[in-house]
């Protein structure tokens, strides 16, 4: 009698795949929301681009205050966008007074620094200045506003 | 010789079942994600004792257009240094009327003008991006933004 053969499909590289997959997935999701805060809904504008050269970014968040945790798409407090903002980078809270100094040092590891600013549409410009004079400090000149499309 | 009976190995049916589910959810999630794009400036850099002060060592433009933006009430007014006086649109994106304004002004002076944009601290974020905007649409080379309060003449 002949041995019989095995008729089940062979599962085991798709699996693989999709295993492979998922991880991927997984490991994207986790480094997107190490770096940028989702509660932060950026401002829209017409002519922005997308940045062909990767190398040397560094996105800061600036979140209204106490909102960071929040959905994004949730009102917000108009109390609350007077306060000091967050600040948040790679994941990191930082004191808007220590930025300078942060940032010095970033552009003296990467000098090739490109500052990705990820603030939220509502945060008064008095929270904005302070980091572009920040950046201006450290001699960074590449400032890069985040937006979205209309 | 010991015969091979079909279906031996483990049922993995299930497995697959479980792991396109999860793999489905994943790719929904990564889709929601709202693309970003950049909106690029190179700032003029500053020693740590002249933030706010006049940059010496920059050739003097031919002609500087000043960009007030003052918040009163719930409306940001666009006050130019050529008198020009405008209520910016309330529905928190890009003016089309600012953009139109930048863009006849940009005709109007030389290749080297530089457009200083100068908001008021309570000016939401939206509206600066909506300026800076709308100055990249009209292709101004120089412009630069001055720090919350410090009055630009």
């Known amino acids: 009698m002949e041995p019989m053969h095995d008729e089940h499909v062979n599962v085991t590289p798709l699996i693989d795949v999709i295993m492979c997959l998922i991880i991927f997935f997984l490991v994207a999701g986790h480094l997107a929301k190490e770096t940028n805060i989702k509660s932060i809904i950026i401002p829209r504008a017409n002519y922005s681009l997308e940045m062909a050269d990767q190398d040397g970014r560094l996105p800061i968040n600036i979140v209204p205050a106490g909102t960071s945790d929040a959905v994004p798409g949730a009102p917000k407090d108009p109390a609350t966008l007077y306060m000091e903002p967050e600040v948040w980078i790679r994941g990191q809270r930082q004191p808007m007074a220590d930025l300078a100094v942060y940032l010095r040092k970033e552009k003296k590891e990467t000098p090739n620094i490109k500052i990705i600013l990820r603030a939220d549409q509502d945060v008064p410009y008095q929270w904005i200045a302070p980091v572009l004079v920040a950046c201006a400090q450290a001699d960074i000149k590449s400032v890069n506003f985040s937006t979205r499309d209309q | ?153």
């Open chain 2, 1 to 153: 010789m010991m015969e091979r009976k079909a279906g031996s190995g483990p049922n993995m049916t299930p497995m697959v079942d479980v792991v396109m589910c999860i793999l489905i959810f994943f790719m929904l999630g990564s889709e929601f994600l709202v693309p970003e794009k950049l909106l690029a400036s190179d700032l003029q850099t500053l020693s740590a004792g002249s933030v706010g002060g006049e940059i010496l060592n920059q050739p003097v433009p031919a002609v500087r257009l000043v960009l007030k933006l003052e918040r009163r009430g719930d409306v940001t007014w666009l006050a130019g240094s050529d008198g020009t006086l405008l209520a910016m649109d309330k529905a928190g994106k890009p003016d089309p009327a600012v953009a139109a304004f930048l863009s006849g002004k940009k005709s109007a002076l030389s290749a080297t003008a530089e457009v200083i944009i100068s908001p008021g601290s309570r000016v939401p974020y939206q509206d600066v991006i909506s300026v800076y905007d709308g100055c990249v649409s009209a292709r101004f080379k120089q412009v630069a933004f001055s720090p919350a309060g410090k009055v630009v003449e």
